[in-house]
């Protein structure tokens, strides 16, 4: 077997607890570096999580010849010279979702992976998702014949209540910082729709602030900059049509549900308890006005013969990022088009940047498809 691929991750939170165990199962990669702002936190990470090497530079980590690729987990304000670095220093990343604070940065980030050459992901996973994947094929073989209309849903409750789970994030209420419920989950959403059903050609919007105080279990008050609510209405380039709401200030914990409808066949997928993760998404189609039936995924989309977690990781979505990353490995090692690329990340950032341009003259806008 060819010699592991060595990364770096930047972030000693969701880097460590998700992104770690997910490289360490594909059995290609290791990490061998972590990086945090500040030398106490990051030797600390290294400790706890069993890291040769600790940074609190990240740019100097993106240029250490010692490593293959990094994994870039900051937040959307902070990421474009840590990714800028390492493909100055022709290095492989996967950059964390969503791509970047505004559109400009985002296409600046394109730019410089297509001159570097190397492999580029985005961490939005939605597509690794066996459901999903099942989908595509469902699509490709022509059983759900010409989509007409996709119409998805996400709403969590990390900001609705003290114990919602947003203690960790509450960066994200600052406009600055690049992140709102229509970026963050609109990205994830929207890298799905676009693999599915292909570009977005126009796109409107509504959006909201509903939940004016967040309040967390350490008495802590804050006011939100940005929008809890949104709706985008779409419209792809193949002619069909979709509706994306999203909301993570939800009263009840609803979770994901997407409706594909084409001509032949209708599809869902479903994932009550929240963000939506590969094992718990579950599937059903329909046809012939009939009621919807579960359909059981084939084994091919679930990724486990060549994923391998040591123990069963704490936080879920590892599943997912490790047959994303797997797949990263592969592209580098035998070529190929990486999935979701940042030309995809992209793409879903021209969309949002529409979107809240929609939202607020109230008018359809065209994708820039710079």
């Known amino acids: 077997m060819a010699e592991k691929l060595r990364v770096g991750v930047i972030s000693a939170n969701w880097g460590m607890r998700a992104h770690l165990p997910a490289w360490h199962a594909t ?28 940074h609190w530079d990240a740019l100097a980590m993106c240029a250490d010849p010692e ?6 987990g900051t937040r959307p304000d902070l990421r474009a010279p840590m990714v800028l670095a390492a ?17 400009v940065t985002a296409r600046t980030m394109r730019d410089a992976a297509r001159d570097a050459g190397t492999v580029c992901v985005l961490d939005s996973v939605f597509p690794w998702q066996p459901a999903h994947r099942e989908i595509k094929q469902m ?4 059983e759900v014949g010409r989509p007409i209309a996709v119409h998805a849903r996400l709403f969590i409750s990390h900001f609705a209540a003290p114990d919602g789970g947003g203690q960790g994030w509450k960066w994200f209420g600052v406009r600055k910082h690049g992140a709102s419920a229509m970026r963050n989950l609109g990205t994830h959403s929207l890298i799905l729709l676009t693999w599915l ?3 977005v050609q126009a796109v409107t919007a509504q959006m909201t602030i509903a939940n004016e105080e967040w309040r967390f279990p350490d008495g802590s008050v804050q006011r939100p900059e940005v929008e809890d609510t949104a709706q985008l209405m779409l419209q792809f380039a ?8 999203l909301g993570w200030s939800s009263p009840a914990k609803t979770g994901w549900y997407m409706e594909l ?16 993760c590969g094992p718990r998404l579950k599937l059903s189609k329909g046809v012939a006005g009939r009621p919807l039936e579960t359909v059981t995924v084939a084994s091919a989309f679930q990724c486990t013969d060549d994923i391998h977690f040591d123990q069963p990781p704490s936080v879920p979505q590892a599943y997912d990022i490790a047959c994303a990353v797997k797949d ?8 190929g088009s990486p999935l979701p690329s940042f030309e995809d990340a992209y793409h879903v950032e021209a969309v949002l940047h529409a979107a809240h341009r929609a939202a607020i003259s109230r008018k359809w806008i065209a994708i820039d498809r710079a």
């Open 328 to 335: 990263m490995v592969r592209v580098i090692r035998h070529g």
């Open 67 to 72: 490593l293959d690729i990094i994994d870039v």
């Open 261 to 276: 409808t084409g001509e032949q066949t209708t599809v869902v997928t479903t994932d009550k308890s929240g963000f939506p």
């Open 238 to 245: 193949s002619g069909a049509m979709g509706v994306l709401t």
């Open 87 to 103: 493909l100055a220093s022709r290095k492989h990343v996967l950059a964390s979702a969503n791509f970047a604070p505004d559109l």
């Open 197 to 199: 059903l292909g570009p």
């Open 27 to 54: 059995g290609e990669a290791h990490v061998q570096a972590v990086c945090t702002s500040r030398r106490e936190t990051a030797e600390a990470a290294a400790a706890k999580y069993g890291v040769a090497n600790a």
């Open 139 to 142: 699509l490709e073989r022509g």
